[in-house]
Nanobody, 124 residues
Framework: QVQLVESGGGLVQAGGSLRLSCAAS????????MGWFRQAPGKEREFVAA????????YYADSVKGRFTISRDNAKNTVYLRMNSLKPEDTAVYYC?????????????????WGQGTQVTVSS
């Protein structure tokens, strides 16, 4: 079993920044890729960013590329999502997830553990 706990969400004005954290426990954190997804009201959960086990490779949705940065600290069992230049359309519940070891990083079905989510609201 893996437990993932997100934190760092909140209300911010457009153009502002937030840093989300996801603390993991329960299995060898450094062995697995991690991802961030988000879900806005009435919409499907969508890929935001992913990072491989070592942190050497990162992947982003086109909508956040150049504004968001994913990183990880394997010594702290934590993955981060730095979000800059936030827009109202970034408003959503943000989830971190642990990759199963197989499947495309962009696909929700490739992740087998999920956090409870943290709300990010960007006001215009």
């Amino acid at each position: 079993q893996v437990q993932l706990v997100e934190s760092g969400g909140g209300l911010v004005q457009a153009g502002g920044s937030l840093r989300l954290s996801c603390a993991a426990s329960g299995r060898t954190f450094s062995s697995y890729a991690m991802g961030w997804f988000r879900q806005a009201p009435g919409k499907e959960r969508e890929f935001v960013a992913a990072i491989n086990w070592s942190g050497a490779s990162t992947y982003y949705a086109d909508s956040v590329k150049g504004r968001f940065t994913i990183s990880r600290d394997n010594a702290k069992n934590t993955v981060y999502l730095r979000m800059n230049s936030l827009k109202p359309e970034d408003t959503a519940v943000y989830y971190c997830a642990s990759h199963s070891g197989g499947g495309d990083y962009y696909y929700t079905g490739a992740y087998n553990y999920w956090g409870q989510g943290t709300q990010v609201t960007v006001s215009s």
